[in-house]
């Protein structure tokens, strides 16, 4: 069973550069969430992505956009990068379900460096 | 939104040593995960528990959610246990947002 996969590993851009991450949800999840984690913080959430729409968005620009495919997969999109967006940037899957919340399983991470 | 808070935010260890990792929340919550996050960045699931105890060989967590705390024992610890551990929390709203605590950065020496 395959869990959370991202593309790229790693990733180097300059400053007004645009960027697209690719995140795959663990088999039988539906739900997939976008984190961004600057350098020892937590990770803080972007957006969450269910039925090919945004359920719910945090604090981001709107330069943070993303897409959902009819397989699940999703793509976070940063447009116009400034430096401040260097970060590892983390995708989360799940399976909504009616009763509330459900466990999160996380992708090993993309690593976006501005220049 | 809710805030949490870890502590202590760095702890040394001498390997076989045991350690208790605390997780602080302000409002009430629905569920509650701990990570495990490795040097190379990735977060590791190691318990999903809205309340009560639960164990996984030397690892043990116990959430008193009427408290609102969480507890993560590690013991006998291993170098392979080093890393930052993070509790996090959703919104009361369904399968929404994580929130992050600050992190507990645990370093073992051998």
């Known amino acids: 069973d395959a869990g959370v996969t991202q593309s790229p590993t790693h990733l180097i851009k300059t400053r007004g550069q645009q960027v697209t991450l690719r995140c795959s949800p663990k088999?039988?999840?539906?739900?997939v969430s976008w984190y961004q984690q600057a350098l020892g913080q937590g990770p803080q959430f972007i957006f969450q992505?269910?039925?090919?729409?945004?359920?719910q968005r945090g604090n981001f620009p709107d330069r943070f956009s993303g897409h959902q495919f009819p397989n699940y997969s999703s793509e976070l999109n940063v447009n116009a990068l400034l430096l401040g967006d260097s970060a590892l940037y983390l995708c989360?899957?799940?399976?909504?379900?009616?009763?509330?919340?459900?466990?999160?399983?996380f992708g090993p991470g993309t690593r976006l460096t501005v220049l | 939104g809710i805030q949490v808070e870890q502590s202590p935010p760095d702890l040394i260890l001498q390997e076989g040593a045991n350690s208790t990792l605390r997780c602080n929340f302000s409002?009430?919550?629905?569920?509650l995960q701990w990570f495990h996050q490795n040097p190379w960045g990735q977060l590791i699931n190691l318990f999903y528990?809205?309340?009560g105890t639960k164990q996984n060989g030397r690892l043990s967590a116990t959430t008193v959610a009427t408290e609102r705390y969480s507890l993560l024992y590690i013991s006998s610890s291993q170098t392979t246990d080093s890393g930052v551990y993070f509790c996090a929390v959703p919104s009361n709203f369904g399968n929404e947002k994580l929130t992050f605590g600050t992190g507990t950065r645990l370093t073992i020496i051998p």
């Open positions: 992505y269910y039925e090919e729409e945004e359920r």
């Open positions: 989360a899957s799940s399976r909504l379900g009616l009763a509330g919340y459900n466990e999160q399983f």
């Open positions: 088999s039988g999840h539906d739900t």
């Open positions: 528990i809205p309340s």
């Open positions: 409002d009430s919550v629905n569920n």
